[in-house]
């Protein structure tokens, strides 16, 4: 793919480009000059061991965290220098399903739905209630408004999650962690939610994720981070064949790969 020499400007292929970022918490530096492009309308998975700066780029990427230096730039607009007022707005173009998905346990499902509609949307009472049995539909749980989350499963609170994503019609779908906790059927069943989100809404969706079951199940681009960088990035079938010691490490510990190398 043919990259631009202008790095900040509008590309057809990446909405996101993350260029040189920086960030140190207490003298120790987290990420380090990590460059990274995530793909327009596709499933961009980041992949990566505990503590090594997966979870510090999300929340870069969402504006909740400022780099030290470097640049984030959405469809051209850089959005490090932006302020919390044009950070709000431009998060409406967002949507995030949270690593639990981070529902009010107080509130019904219909409830947890409209929240962000309530908040940010002039939407009537009508057009909310049309909103979340559309989204419901879309996530395969249709006259579950009444429910509370203590009386679903864990696979139905991240649909319920995703579904509260999916109401502001997001162009850009974050996606933290959605397979912890989760038995192998409900992670099928998540992983095909996320395939079938991506493909019937055309979002960009980035994952952020240490289960290379699923992300060799629905990525369309993978990117290893390590040490705060970058240190691979491709198509499932590149990263199998990678030589990288630390990708083909990853893979082995993560029961990918065989310990004679076979995938």
Do not use: W
């Given at each position: ?8 400007a509008k590309h057809p292929a990446y909405q996101i480009r993350i260029h040189n970022l920086v960030k140190s918490f207490n003298g120790q ?235």
């Amino acid at each position: 793919m043919t990259e631009t020499t202008d790095i900040g400007a509008k590309h057809p292929a990446y909405q996101i480009r993350i260029h040189n970022l920086v960030k140190s918490f207490n003298g120790q530096r987290v990420i380090d000059n990590l460059c990274l492009d995530i793909e327009r309308g596709r499933i961009n998975i980041i992949i990566g061991g505990s503590g090594q700066g997966k979870s510090v780029t999300m929340k870069h990427l969402m504006g909740l965290v400022k780099p030290d230096s470097g640049n984030i730039f959405v469809d051209g607009q850089d959005i490090v220098p932006l302020s919390e007022y044009q950070l709000n707005t431009l998060r409406k173009r967002f949507g995030m399903v949270f690593q639990y998905a981070a529902l009010f346990d107080s509130m019904s499902v219909f409830d947890n739905i409209a929240f962000p509609l309530r908040e940010h949307t002039k939407k009537t009472k009508g057009e909310i209630k049309d909103i979340i049995e559309k989204v419901l539909e879309a996530v395969s749980l249709p006259g579950i408004e009444r429910k509370f989350p203590s009386e679903l499963s864990g696979g139905m609170q991240k649909r319920v999650g995703l579904a509260r994503a999916l109401v502001m019609e997001p162009e850009i779908l974050f996606y933290d962690e959605p397979t912890t906790g989760l038995d192998p059927i409900a992670t099928h069943n998540v992983d095909a939610l996320i395939a079938e989100t991506n493909e019937r809404f055309g979002v960009t969706s980035v994952v952020i994720s240490h289960d290379m079951a699923s992300t060799f199940r629905i990525a369309h681009r993978i990117a290893m981070i390590y040490g705060g960088k970058i240190v691979e990035k491709g198509t499932p079938e590149e990263f199998r064949a990678s030589e990288n010691p630390k990708v083909k490490d990853f893979l082995r510990f993560s029961g990918i790969l065989g310990m004679g190398g076979a995938v």
